[in-house]
């Protein structure tokens, strides 16, 4: 059996650990748990400083000796102060760029919290979560009954880019304001995020999507570790 903690940005991400991923890895016996981290005295979720990570990186490594962590962090408004983080915003392809930052983190928090390396396995997700709901707009399109009406909308977007993964981070033409702006009813993270993922499932998302199917890979090969 293995534990592996993952760092979940928000609650949406959350959701989507625990009801998409976690089940297909259980009967390897990975039992993946998401958490989020509080980002004040009372409040947890949000954008996720690489302090704070730190920090509580630390803390669950020591205190779960036997476990291994991951994250689940959006490249779209990523801390400025996570390591190589200027170097990272110079590279042009998104996937050259997650790899120079996770590299980067997974340097960074191995000597801050003085682990064996295979205890910590960073994932950035290019370049957010929502990204990964375009990997299937037919499946998207029937989260909501009323949304059938946008897929061309959402096949337009989807025709746009070689990947998901590569729908860009600009603040008007990130993946969800995409949905925001193409959906009716709006598109609402905490509750259509989950709902839409169980639709177009994993395999969707991991056919489509190169560098979250290497995360997924990665949790897999635990199995057998």
Known sequence: MVEVIVFAEGPTEEQFIKRVVAPVLRPAQIFVKPQMLYTSQEAKGGAVSFGRLKFNARNTLRQKPEAVLSTFLDLYGLATDFPNFEEAK??????????????ALHAAI????????????????????????????????TTEPAWGKCL???EKVRALFATPEHINDNYET?????????????????????????????SAMERECVHFRVWMDTLRRLAVA
């Not at 997700?125 to 990964?132: I, K």
């Open 110 to 141: 191995i000597e801050h919290v003085g682990c064996r390396t295979d205890r910590f396995m960073p994932h950035i997700q290019p370049h957010e979560y929502e990204g990964l709901l375009f990997s299937d707009v037919v499946a998207l399109s």
């Open 90 to 103: 110079q590279i042009s392809d998104v996937y050259a760029r997650v790899a120079c930052l996770e590299t």
């Open 174 to 202: 990130s993946p969800s304001r995409r949905l925001e702006n193409l959906l009716e009813p709006k598109y609402k993270k905490t509750r259509h995020g989950p709902l839409a993922a169980e639709r177009i499932t994993l």
């Open 152 to 154: 061309r909308g959402l």
